[in-house]
């Protein structure tokens, strides 16, 4: 079995280390035959003693089984400016083809700080992609530190002594332990490599103009206006002083350390600013500058180059193109805004520096602050993944909030962003969501899809709370700042308007809260305080007369109802009540609150800090509480192992045939209906007759859309009835016995060729599309996800028995639902595959046709490993 590693792997990978440094890692060529033996004579003899196993002499023999990758060999190289290559993995095929012999060797500057682990992964996953299931590796037992990364690495590992040698042998299978490992090795170095950014001790704005209304001059006084901690130092090419502070004509000449470098030059000449920053040791650069990969293919080179310029000096980078950062935690305000960043608790990562731009607007007037503030811009480096690992341990976070525009690793994302949602609300808004750009599909699977479903997908099952206007993010992120968490979703209203209170009522239906009635308990203290005329029924009715006594008194009586999760406290100004009052009446009873007291005041002065204009916005806020509180009162869920046939696709793209694809389904266990195929009328009749009365006859054609081409006929009740109807199909038939008992349900996969596969279910039959109600699931699929899939939406009322039917079998749905998704993990080849109808009745459940599109497709995807 050869590697098939020249196609499937990028030319680079960059790895990022335990301190926050990086490295890029590729693979070997004849090339480097000389700077590897330059690196084996820079290793310490002890080292060189360790890696050889006592032999210490270097040549050209020792490096030429390193210096190519061959159909069964692989060796990564990793390099700095500094050194040269400064580290080097491979791996070797021994004689069983599942098995490798695998070595490592590092710079003596860099051990210590898990070069070699990340090394072992990457090797690790090229391995696992070539069918190589085990490495075996020689280990001195004076290697401690070997010894350790194979130990620590996450894989299974077996050790044994003999001949003076440790043969370690570790089985790659990735397991759950392994993936838990590994984000935390990530998790760990992202912290460490973020620091700079947020918490600098000095910073240097190179392109720091004196002149007014430059950016780069703009930008330099914010961060003096600000009261940053630290040192800032203005670096321009005249060496100007800037708002009082001396300038610099290089970076070289700031007689300091430098933590952060902010660069605003042109965008040509960026690179020889950044290399002048990287130079003097800068590990955090912010690039303001555009000029890159948004202007098209001469700025996506220029991008490229400068990351291979900051990966070969182990720094990470922000932007280009972007507005800046800022951290009130060292009160930096390093970007070009025009207005400062209001402090508090949620902390903001936006791909669009003119949405930041929109929400400082906004945040001042409604209360909301901010921890920290990141503009992405082209996101060549530093992402939301990255941002989402450090603000989880932020103790000046309490909220996150996302604008995405694109996603690089959205599986990465999804694991991030569900463990950072268990501790802290994640707010989301994404651009880009309309059909437009969509791919045709002729499947109905792939019709319903679309960039957007997985989107949703994502965010629902990583806990992510999606909101669609900017108004709806300010919103939502002055509640979770300013309220408790939100237990469940009944909801009470409290208002000195009937009229009022009817339209809140409607609002948080659409929000998916509900309006419980109140105890006789709470209607009775009610009752004991209002006026006659008064309403104590949800919504509570105060009349148009109640002044802030009557909110102070109501409010607690509802809030102590242990049927009620949350009160919307409406306030409209009357002639004869006083907003000051009502609203610190309100405010006195929230802050004492366990539950949240959500005000909505509507006066022609707009509502006050940490209150509601409309009732609508608030009821829309509290909707994605309660989402939030739903999710969290979920189990993480485990993705269960089922028992699959091993099975090789046809090496042509498109279509299966009908044998093709009930071979495929056969060995993932899909239940299918019985079937035979016949070429001709008569041998159609034959089939029937094996079959049983009534049957179905199909057209044979591969991926053909039956009922819509005429391909179908179902009910046929003799042998004569089916030959006519295989006649008038024409050509090869399918035969099947024609069932309709049970609900028609639809079950699928689709390939989304950023977010990977989606499985997807719902109403089946020929109105799948026009209902359009399918929700998709990223696969792999947990217990939780299928128990969600089945239990919401329009397929669920089907699943339960809808209109006196009796429930479907929802073991054996969650068994197919589990088998989709590990077929679609299995094989990415598979970018559509359609079970409709799929008829589910008590005791199981059956696919009625289907359809299978295979094609090689490369995914996108990035040169970040973490």
Not at 367 to 379: A, H, R
Request: aromatic fraction near 4%; charged fraction near 20%.
């Amino acid at each position: 079995m050869a590697l098939e590693l020249a196609t499937s792997r990028p030319a680079t990978e960059d790895v990022i280390l335990r301190d926050g440094s990086t490295l890029r890692l590729r693979p070997a060529t004849p090339d480097d035959a000389d700077a590897l033996i330059r690196f084996f004579l820079r290793l310490s003899p002890e080292s060189r003693y360790l890696r050889f196993q006592g032999a210490t002499n270097v040549g050209l023999h020792t490096v030429q089984p390193f210096a190519t990758t061959g159909p069964d060999t692989l060796s990564l190289v990793a390099e700095r400016v500094d050194e040269e290559i400064v580290a080097l993995a491979s791996f070797a095929r021994l004689r069983d083809p599942r098995r490798a012999e695998v070595a490592f060797a590092v710079s003596d500057a860099l051990q210590g700080r898990g070069v070699g682990t990340r090394l072992l992964e990457r090797l690790a996953a090229h391995a696992g992609g070539a069918g190589i299931e085990q490495f075996v590796a020689q280990v001195l037992p004076q290697n401690v530190a070997m010894l350790k990364v194979f130990a620590d690495a996450g894989f299974e590992t077996h050790r044994q002594l003999e001949g003076g040698v440790v043969e370690v042998r570790l089985d790659l299978a990735t397991t759950s332990a392994y993936r838990e490992l590994t984000d935390e090795r990530d998790h760990v170095a992202v912290l460490a490599s973020l620091e700079p950014f947020f918490k600098p001790r000095s910073v240097a704005v190179i392109g720091a103009s004196a002149r007014r209304g430059t950016i780069g001059g703009e930008l330099f006084r914010n961060i003096l206006e600000s009261d940053f901690d630290g040192a800032a130092y203005p670096v321009n090419a005249k060496a100007q002083p800037v708002g009082g502070v001396p300038g610099y004509a290089s970076v070289d000449d700031v007689p300091a350390a430098i933590d952060l470098a902010v660069v605003c030059v042109p965008g040509a000449a960026v690179l020889d600013a950044a290399e002048s920053a990287l130079k003097k040791g800068v590990k955090a650069l912010c690039i303001v500058s555009a000029g890159f990969a948004e202007v098209g293919a001469e700025g996506r080179a220029r991008q490229e180059e400068l990351l291979a310029l900051v990966r070969a000096h182990g720094a990470r980078l922000i932007g280009p193109n972007c507005l800046g950062i800022a951290s009130t935690a060292v009160h930096l305000n390093a970007t070009f805004a025009g207005r400062k960043f209001p402090e508090g608790r949620a902390a903001f990562s936006s791909q669009s520096g003119a949405l930041g731009i929109a929400l400082l607007e906004q945040a001042e007037a409604r209360g909301l602050g901010v921890s920290s503030f990141v503009s992405v811009g082209n996101k060549a480096d530093v992402s939301s993944n990255d941002l989402l690992e450090y603000w989880q341990d932020d103790p000046d976070t309490d909220l996150v909030l996302l604008y995405l525009e694109s996603f690089g690793n959205p599986a990465k994302f999804a694991r991030i962003a569900s463990r950072v949602a268990r501790d802290k609300p994640i707010l989301a808004m994404r651009s880009g969501t309309s059909g437009a750009g969509a791919k045709a599909a002729r499947s109905h699977t792939a019709a319903l899809a679309g960039s957007d479903a997985a989107v949703e997908a994502l965010f629902r099952q990583a806990g992510v709370l999606r909101v669609r206007t900017l108004e709806e993010l300010i919103d939502a992120s002055v509640l979770f700042t300013t309220q408790p968490p939100l237990a469940g979703n009944r909801v009470a209203v409290v208002t000195n308007a009937g009229g009022l209170g009817i339209l809140c009522a409607d609002a948080a239906d659409a929000a998916g809260l509900v309006l419980p009635e109140l105890a006789p308990a709470t209607r009775e203290a009610l009752d004991s305080m209002l006026p006659a005329e008064a309403s104590s029924a949800n919504p509570v009715d105060l009349l148009g007369s109640a002044s802030g006594v009557a909110y102070e008194k109501a409010l607690p009586i509802v809030l102590a109802d242990p049927g009620v999760d949350a009160v919307i406290a409406l306030f409209v100004l009357t002639v004869v009540a006083d907003t000051a009052g009502v609203v610190a009446a309100i405010e006195r009873v929230r802050a004492n609150a366990t539950k949240p007291v959500v005000p909505v005041v509507i006066s022609a002065d707009g509502a006050p800090h940490g209150a509601f204009s409309y009732p609508e916005s608030a009821a829309r806020a509290l909707g994605l509480a309660a989402q939030r509180a739903a999710w969290l009162r979920r189990p993480v869920g485990v993705v269960p192992d089922v028992d699959v046939e091993p099975h090789t696709l046809p090496a042509t793209d498109g279509w299966l045939d009908p044998q093709q694809t009930r071979a495929l389904l056969t060995a993932y266990g899909i239940p299918l209906v019985p079937e035979l195929t016949a070429e001709t009328p008569e041998l159609a009749a034959a089939a029937a007759r094996v079959l049983g009365l009534p049957a179905v006859v199909k057209t044979a054609a591969a991926g053909a859309h039956k009922t819509e081409s005429g391909g179908v006929a179902l009910d046929l009740r003799s042998e004569g009835e089916v030959a006519r109807a295989a006649e008038q199909i024409g050509g090869a038939v399918i035969v099947q016995p024609y069932l309709t008992n049970g609900a028609e349900l639809l079950a699928g996969v689709v390939q989304d060729p950023v977010f990977g596969p989606l499985v997807a279910f719902g109403p089946g039959g020929t109105l799948a599309e026009l209902i359009g109600s399918a929700r998709f699931a990223l696969a792999p699929l947990t217990d939780v996800d299928v128990d969600v899939a089945l239990t919401t939406g329009k397929a669920a009322k089907l699943v339960a028995g809808w209109r006196g039917a009796p429930p479907a079998d929802t073991a054996a749905l969650a068994d197919l639902l589990h088998r989709l998704s590990r077929l679609s993990v299995d094989l990415p080849e598979v970018v559509e595959l359609d079970l409709n109808p799929v008829l589910a009745g008590p005791d199981g459940c059956v696919a009625v046709d289907a359809r299978v599109r295979v094609e090689r497709v490369e995914r996108s995807g990035t040169v970040k490993t973490w």
